[in-house]
């Protein structure tokens, strides 16, 4: 079968979870939130990351109600981790297509109307968007970008550095914090070029008053290399890989 009837079929049975992946304020080596990210078991072909479906769903249109099940189910296991007494805040990705559906609804209202359902404050919640989500000159979506942000849920820019180097956008769109893509972080250690964009990439943060994530740490060289240039939090296998729900809830009741 095509992947995107399979696609069609996984979102009508469920085929999908959640992992969720900490991430680590460097200073006070706290874990404040965790990043969803969408996992798809196919029943025939096991395991396929995101990045062969996400685009097959973006251009099919799939990826509305599959957004839908992403934001009810990350909510959903929020609530429930809140409800154990542990305090948390949850990163979901969004699409460019999702910010205005085809029915006309933008993604912010779904958002409001999902906190109120889960009871779930706006600060506890961050949206995690691309450059390219930016790139295309569209008012509707900076509309809604500025709408979440009134609703006082914080919007992360990710993959920074991978897209297109239009820099204006973020002094034009309401970002509030900076996800250093993973590809810089890989060759700290041993690219003089790439130690010179991650500083020059940290200095335009400061001066911008964003905070930074990095993404990708995998060694103690690069969180050392990091810590030096004063990052703010980290995310990566060094910390932990994606985790279950499961697994999660032990991770950050042992992290306290
Ligand atoms: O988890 P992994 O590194 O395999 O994810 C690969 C890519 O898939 C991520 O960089 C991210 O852009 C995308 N992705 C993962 N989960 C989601 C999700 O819930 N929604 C969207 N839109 N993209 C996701
Ligand atoms: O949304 P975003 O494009 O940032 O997705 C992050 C992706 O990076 C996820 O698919 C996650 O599984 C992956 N990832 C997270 N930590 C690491 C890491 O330390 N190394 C590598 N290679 N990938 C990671
Ligand atoms: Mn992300
Ligand atoms: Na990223």
New binding site residues.
């Given amino acids: 079968m095509h992947l995107e009837q399979r696609l069609r079929r996984a979102v009508k049975q469920g085929e999908f979870h ?2 969720y992946q900490p991430i680590v304020d460097m200073r006070t080596g706290t874990i404040n939130s965790v990043e ?3 996992r798809w078991h196919d029943p025939e072909h096991g395991l396929i ?3 062969a479906f ?1 685009p097959i769903a973006e251009e099919t249109g799939l ?1 509305e109600p599959l ?1 839908e099940w ?1 934001l009810h189910q990350a909510l959903t296991d929020l609530a429930d981790i809140h409800a154990q007494g542990i305090p948390l805040c949850m990163a ?4 460019a297509r ?1 910010c205005i559906n085809t029915k006309g609804i933008s993604f912010c209202q779904t958002l409001q109307e999902a906190l109120e359902t889960y009871a779930i404050s706006p600060k506890d919640v961050h949206i995690e968007i ?1 450059e390219s989500l930016l790139i295309e000159d569209k008012p509707q979506r900076l509309q809604c970008l500025n709408t979440i942000k009134q609703l006082g849920v914080d919007i992360y820019l ?2 920074f550095g991978t897209g297109y180097s239009a820099l204006s956008y973020l002094t034009k769109c309401p970002i509030s914090v900076i996800k250093i893509d993973k590809s810089f972080i890989e060759n700290i250690t041993n690219k003089q070029s790439d130690v010179k964009l991650i500083r020059a990439i940290v200095m335009m943060a400061k001066n911008l008053e964003l905070p930074i994530v990095a993404e990708g740490v995998e060694t103690r060289q690069q969180w050392d290399f990091l810590q030096g240039l004063d990052c703010d939090y980290a995310q990566g296998y060094l910390i932990s890989r ?1 985790l279950t729900k499961a697994h999660l809830l032990p991770f950050l009741q042992q992290a306290v």
């Fill in positions: 959640l992992e969803a990210l969408i990351s995101p990045e996400i990826i957004g992403i979901i990705n969004i699409s999702q691309t990710d993959d994606p």
